[in-house]
């Protein structure tokens, strides 16, 4: 044998066995580690593996060439290094994904929950539940969660528990690398409150009755009348979402006066009148009609001429003076 060859035998033994001995130690040393430092350090060896083995392929290559004493050697390495490199890049690559995630699976089954972490989204906007909300929830139905194996938690029945709050309208558990286990809440959003003689609740954005809370009111339209559950979802709903869809009537309307159903009168934040819509068809032409009033109108009789302004009837507007 070549004494070349027997040299380029030595160097990639000596580089496999550097690698070797360095990975088995961090794998020793990797259960003493914090989970995330133990993935760091798994992860640094196999990129030093990685490079180990490109400078083998490399020095292989070479090392085929010089001992054949091949010309052509010359004109094809480029090639040679190229096919060579990327083979070798595309096998550690797939070897890394497998043990990257074998390692995640593993630590992660090992682990015990600690600090939980609440992210309640809107929080700002509404704040019908905070973290003390969640954590008490979670608590009293399904039990505690700190300092238990990861994988013995039930993250579908705790998300069960916690949607099964009327104010939460969705829940997303799952526990971190480090242990920390986190919930993330999105909280119904209302958009109208209805009062009918004892009755009172909110209709959320989706269209649902959401029973009132005793830590939070929140600041939207108010329906008040002789109101059923029918017509607060089916028509009264409807109206208040191309309310909040126009930044004017948004900000202006108020309150909502339900005599009947033909009998619909609006109250806003800004001048002392009513506005009586009749009934709620064609609200979007009735609207388109009160703009323009306002407009116009205001700018030359001022924000209390009148009592009320009527727009039930077509193609006119009727206003009321004090």
């Known amino acids: 044998m070549s004494p070349t060859l027997v040299g380029a035998t030595l160097v990639v033994a000596l580089l496999l066995f550097r690698t070797t001995t360095t990975f088995w130690a961090t794998t020793r040393v990797a259960p003493t580690m914090l989970p995330t ?44 290094l190229k096919t060579t490199t990327f083979y070798i890049l595309l096998s550690s690559l797939s070897v890394y994904l497998i043990i990257v995630f074998t390692f995640v699976g593993i630590e992660k089954g090992k682990q015990r929950c600690g600090d939980m972490y609440v992210k309640i989204k809107d929080a700002e906007e509404n704040s019908f539940v905070d973290k003390f909300d969640v954590e008490r929830l ?19 029945r705790i998300e069960q528990v916690l949607t099964n709050n009327s104010a939460i309208k969705s829940a997303q558990v799952y526990v971190g690398l480090d242990g920390s286990f986190h919930v993330d809440i999105t ?5 109208l409150r209805v009062v009918s003689g004892e009755k009172s609740y909110y209709i ?16 939207v339209v108010v329906a008040v009348g002789k109101i059923s559950d029918r017509f607060a979802t089916s028509v009264l709903y409807p109206f208040v979402v191309s309310l909040k869809e126009d930044e004017l009537w948004n900000s202006y309307v108020e309150q909502i006066v339900v005599n009947s159903e033909d009998d619909i009168r609006l109250v806003p934040k800004v001048g002392n009148f009513t506005i009586l819509m009749g009934g709620l068809e064609n609200s979007g032409n009735k609207l388109d009609k009160l703009r323009l009033f306002l407009k116009k109108g205001t700018e030359q009789k001022g924000w209390n001429t009148y009592k009320e302004i009527n727009l039930k009837f077509e193609k006119q507007i009727v206003c009321v003076r004090k």
């Open 187 to 191: 909280q119904r959003r209302p958009i």
């Open 37 to 80: 430092a133990a993935i760091y350090a798994r992860t640094y060896i196999f990129f030093l593996l990685l490079l180990n083995l490109l400078k083998i392929g490399v020095f292989y290559v070479l090392l085929h060439g010089l001992y054949n004493n091949s010309f052509l050697f010359v004109r094809k390495f480029n090639n040679t």
């Open 204 to 219: 959320d954005e989706d269209g649902s009755i959401m029973p009132l809370s005793r830590k939070y009111t929140a600041r």
């Open 138 to 156: 979670i608590r009293n139905g399904y039990g505690e969660i700190l300092n238990v194996s990861a994988d013995s938690i039930d993250r579908n």
